[in-house]
């Protein structure tokens, strides 16, 4: 083999090396926690009071917590398969309660001090009512509600809340930037990424559609110990949830040394050549 033929080889795996040193390798993400609420056949009331265990945990002991309105009697549920709605996803109060208000979270552990979390569901806003705090919001508490009917539901909320008129941004319980959005009532997928280490927000989508404009510094560590959902009251139908997933996203890791060291070698070798 020519030395301009070694040389040339030798140009190309550096190229190749060196690009494995500033390419990031990913790992696939981790399932922390996934709920898809699913039908026993019977109801299942007060089902994040009652500490429901989601379907899928790498928390061991992982359960919910939760609370809903002394004047709610159904509490966050559960529909019985016969009933043919509302069925393997949770609603939240009575269809004649407007005062219906509740949350239920799960703590993350150590599984929050990750860079990235991305948290998602499908969210369903029933109601007409566009007065109030009436909507449905997924996001993180530090620490969980503690009054017994609910009414603090979103002290300490750091997430998004939809309502009919679009997408609230709220930072420790208090109401930020907000997005105009249409055709929210109904069911929709919201997801969002969140780094723990920076407090940011990003990639919002909801309905499948990227939403832009919000910017935060909230979501850090300990704002992010809990996660969960929130609703209050409609005047009709029901606010509802499906498919709860938190998902960590694990830090990159880079073949710096590998392709800093074969480098090296490759560099050897057409010296002595």
Same mark, same amino acid.
């Given at each position: 083999?020519?030395? #301009?033929?070694?040389?040339?080889? @030798? $140009?190309?795996?550096?190229? &190749?090396? @060196?690009?494995?040193?500033?390419?990031?390798?990913?790992? $696939?993400? +981790? +399932?922390? %926690?996934?709920?898809?609420?699913?039908? *026993? !056949?019977?109801?299942?009331?007060? %089902?994040?009071?009652?500490?429901? *265990?989601?379907?899928?945990?790498?928390?061991?002991?992982?359960? #919910? =917590?939760?609370?809903?309105?002394?004047?709610?009697? #159904?509490?966050?549920? %559960?529909s019985a398969s016969w009933r043919g709605w509302n069925n393997n996803t949770v609603s939240f109060g009575h269809a004649e309660k407007t005062d219906s208000i509740g949350w239920g979270a799960v703590g993350l552990g150590t599984y929050?001090?990750?860079? +990235?979390?991305?948290?998602? $569901?499908d969210l369903r806003l029933g109601g007409s009512s566009t007065t109030g705090n009436q909507g449905i919001g997924l996001g993180f508490w530090g620490t969980l509600p503690?009054?017994?009917?609910?009414?603090?539901?979103?002290?300490?909320?750091?997430?998004?809340?939809?309502?009919?008129? !679009?997408?609230? /941004?709220?930072? =420790?319980?208090?109401?930020?930037?907000?997005?105009? /959005?249409?055709? *929210? &009532?109904?069911?929709?997928?919201?997801?969002y990424d &969140? =780094? @723990?280490?920076?407090?940011? %927000?990003?990639? @919002?989508?909801? $309905? !499948? =559609?990227?939403?832009?404009?919000?910017s935060s510094s909230a979501f850090k560590t300990a704002a992010t110990e809990n996660a969960g959902l929130v609703s209050s009251g409609v005047s009709s139908g029901y606010n509802g949830a499906d498919n709860f997933t938190v998902l960590l996203i694990p830090e990159p890791a880079t073949m710096a040394l590998l392709g800093l060291g074969g480098l090296g070698v490759l560099i050897r070798k057409n010296r002595r050549a």
């Open positions: 083999m020519s030395k #301009w033929l070694k040389r040339s080889l @030798v $140009a190309m795996a550096a190229v &190749v090396l @060196v690009g494995m040193v500033v390419a990031p390798v990913r790992a $696939a993400p +981790v +399932v922390v %926690i996934s709920d898809t609420f699913t039908s *026993t !056949g019977s109801e299942q009331y007060n %089902i994040f009071k009652n500490h429901r *265990t989601p379907n899928v945990t790498n928390l061991p002991g992982l359960t #919910w =917590n939760g609370e809903s309105s002394a004047n709610t009697f #159904w509490g966050a549920f %559960i929050n001090d990750a860079d +990235v979390l991305t948290i998602s $569901a503690t009054a017994t009917d609910a009414s603090d539901r979103l002290t300490g909320f750091t997430g998004l809340f939809v309502t009919r008129t !679009g997408l609230t /941004l709220y930072e =420790n319980g208090t109401a930020g930037t907000s997005v105009s /959005l249409t055709g *929210t &009532v109904g069911t929709h997928m919201l997801s &969140v =780094n @723990v280490a920076t407090g940011a %927000i990003s990639n @919002v989508t909801f $309905a !499948g =559609n990227p939403v832009s404009g919000f």
